[in-house]
């Protein structure tokens, strides 16, 4: 980057002394929390001599220089979906809906992983990544993958004590009673990967999931639920038993289709990062289209 053609909105700042990135940059940027300064590396709007990096861990030495880009400056080798965060062994996504997680027999290569992969291979050849979870092909929002085999090792074995809370927004069909309310159940797989609640015993689950009613109109609400299981399509068959199918999940009986997908959106997860020990949450808003449904 030629420092002396930037725009005058990119602030520059000369490193004094050894240290690294983050830290620096928590010094130097007034008025922006830790988490704001975690987004500009995620969203690669930093740069040390004119490199855009992401590492927070980056080291940096006296006369290095370090820009805050602006925001609407072009961001080197771009996802097509947003990045939400991005370290040495985690990287998180916004998966857009009709997006498969993960390859199946019919598709191979236009998958979130997929992209990821490329993106990271894009900086550093060898570079790859892990599955950690997986969304629906039309379910979007918030997605993560590890970047070492080390860390996807921590989260499968230690999955409940690592994440803390999956959060998601869905429209419903019709308005449940109560407002407020768990439900707990045994999932069995069909022999047509359908799922339905069952008797405990060989082959169920247990599926536990909590929503609230956050907003309703037109025949439809809008539910914020949690999970405290990770089950195959659980929240679409409790939302199905509950007598309100998710709007537009022809699978799990729903009648309408009122945006031509599947209303479900995975909108926060929040987990303890494996090497910092720090809490941390990430958020994906709810599809503008989601809005529609309530007019």
Same mark, same amino acid.
């Given at each position: ?33 830790? &988490? ?196 195959? &399509? ?62």
């Amino acid at each position: 980057m030629d420092y002396s053609k930037i725009r005058r909105d990119t602030a520059v700042y000369t490193v004094d002394k050894p240290s690294t990135l983050l830290p620096f940059l928590l010094e130097q940027v007034k008025g922006k929390s830790r &988490n704001n300064v975690k987004s500009l590396l995620s969203r690669r709007l930093v740069a040390v001599d004119g490199v855009p990096v992401s590492q927070f861990d980056t080291p940096l030495a006296p006369g290095q220089q370090v820009a805050i880009l602006p925001s609407s400056a072009p961001r080197a080798d771009a996802l097509p979906f947003p990045l939400l965060y991005e370290d040495e062994h985690l990287i998180v996504v916004n998966k857009p809906a009709k997006l498969l997680s993960v390859a199946n027999e019919k598709e191979k290569v236009r998958t979130a992983y997929h992209m990821v992969t490329d993106y990271v291979k894009s900086r550093k050849v060898g570079d790859r990544i892990f599955v950690l979870h997986r969304l629906d092909r039309d379910t979007s929002g918030v997605l993560m993958f590890a970047r070492d085999a080390e860390t996807k090792e921590l989260f499968q074995s230690r999955w409940n004590e690592v994440i803390t809370r999956r959060g998601y927004l869905a429209v419903v069909e019709g308005v449940p009673r109560p407002e407020r309310d768990t439900i707990r159940s045994w999932l069995v797989e069909t022999g047509t990967h359908l799922s339905f609640s069952g008797a405990p015993g060989k082959g169920a689950r247990e599926a536990v999931t909590s929503y609230e009613v956050k907003k309703t109109g037109g025949g439809y609400a809008l539910l914020d639920i949690s999970i405290e299981t990770g089950r195959k &399509n659980q929240i679409r068959v409790h939302m199905k038993e509950l007598g309100h199918p998710v709007a537009g999940d022809k699978q799990y009986d729903a009648r309408t289709n009122p945006i031509g997908r599947l209303c479900l959106h995975a909108s926060e997860l929040s987990f303890i990062h494996p090497a910092t020990g720090e809490q941390i949450t990430f958020k994906a808003k709810m599809p503008r289209d989601f809005n529609r449904v309530f007019r």
